[in-house]
């Protein structure tokens, strides 16, 4: 942790986050609260909560709850004053119900969490290219979301529509259907059924195309941008934009923040947990840690497992040796994982001649 140089005791401060206003404390290094205070959730008021904390002594590091969403830009006014910030999670139902809760409890609890050593992770920096590709995919998300309920609705109008207007686009693919169906003339008398229906379906075929080009302009964006933050990773096989894209979003624009491999396998619930009971020794699936990360591997994996003849060897030998699918797809992951977190990281892969000693 970095320190300032400034007269007093070494302090910790904690921050409760909220949408409109931020509450701070302070505690000393035996842990004594020192004092709280509310300020607004403005650059004015990050700058008053820090210079409000450096006034009370040696600003040592600062825990934060929420760096990812209300903390988030309170994290970067610290980081850029040269302040260490440690990410908090916020307490457990049961830890509040034995303490209570309030804002100072809770931002005295995130010092606390700092302090004792039980918070220890650097939030993401949010300050480049891959924030960028982070924003640009919720709004891809929202659109694939949009699309999917279009083409779902669409069937559905479909199977309770007249005789007539499904045998029209009976046997047509998606394309063909959507296509079809956006180019419908439904007429002008809304209260028949078949025009209601005419209607419905032509304004969510457009729907459909306008969420495609929707998609497609944003894919167009977010390539060049993934490519840039992580061209060794676009190279693993397997990995395309989307899943690049989403393991960037999940490692963030510092990933030596994750001090190892092991440390990304846990952030993207990969890691084995022990199920070991008696003479009976196993390891389960992870279900914890970032889902949307555990997916993006699940995906790599699936396509690894159906055209790389290595995995597909490896999945036989593993098969032969007793192995669920279950289990051979958690090693599969979690070799992957090693993989994605060198190239994310710029680690070199260890190998045996690299191993071999000098000389």
């Not at 825990?63 to 260490?84: F, I, K, N, Q, S």
């Not at 510092?254 to 009976?280: C, D, K, Q, W, Y």
């Not at 699918?325 to 090693?331: E, F, L």
């Amino acid at each position: 942790m970095t320190s300032m140089t400034h007269d007093g005791p070494e302090i910790i401060g904690g921050v409760d986050t909220h949408g409109l206003t931020h509450h701070a404390a302070v505690i000393d290094g035996l842990g004594r609260h020192l004092a709280d205070q509310e300020f607004p959730a403005t650059i004015r008021g990050y700058r008053d909560l820090l210079d409000w904390m450096r006034g009370l002594g040696i600003l040592c590091a600062v825990g934060v709850e929420g760096t990812g969403a209300y903390g988030a830009e309170l994290a970067r006014v610290l980081t850029a004053a040269g302040v260490t910030v440690i990410d908090v999670d916020r307490p457990d139902r049961k830890m509040r119900r034995l303490r209570g809760k309030s804002d100072p409890i809770d931002a005295y609890a995130a010092a606390t969490a700092v302090a004792s050593g039980r918070a220890t992770g650097i939030p993401k920096s949010r300050d480049g290219v891959v924030e960028a590709v982070r924003v640009l995919r919720v709004a891809r998300r929202s659109a694939v979301k949009a699309r999917t309920q279009a083409m779902n609705q669409i069937r559905n109008l479909l199977v309770s529509a007249p005789a007539m207007l499904r045998e029209q686009v009976a046997g047509l693919d998606r394309t063909a259907l959507i296509r079809t169906l956006a180019r419908l003339r439904p007429g002008g008398d809304v209260s028949r059924p078949l025009t209601a229906t005419r209607a419905s379906l032509r304004r969510l075929a457009r729907r459909h195309q306008a969420m495609d080009a929707e998609i497609a302009e944003i894919d167009t964006e977010i390539g060049p941008l993934v490519q840039q933050a992580a061209p060794a990773l676009l190279e693993l096989f397997g990995v395309g934009t989307e899943t690049a894209g989403q393991l960037l979003a999940s490692a963030g624009d510092n990933p030596e923040r994750m001090r190892s491999e092991g440390a990304f396998a846990h952030l993207a619930g990969v890691a084995p947990i022990p199920a070991s009971s008696g003479r009976t020794h196993r390891h389960r699936l992870n279900r914890g840690g970032d889902r949307a990360a555990n997916n993006a591997l699940h995906t790599i994996v699936l396509v690894r497992m159906r055209y790389d003849e290595r995995t597909r060897a490896y999945v036989e030998r593993r098969t032969r040796e007793g192995l669920s699918k279950k289990d051979i797809m958690r090693c599969l992951k979690r070799f992957v994982a090693r993989e994605v977190y060198r190239a994310l990281t710029n680690k070199p892969r260890i190998t045996q001649t690299n191993l071999a000693p000098a000389g």
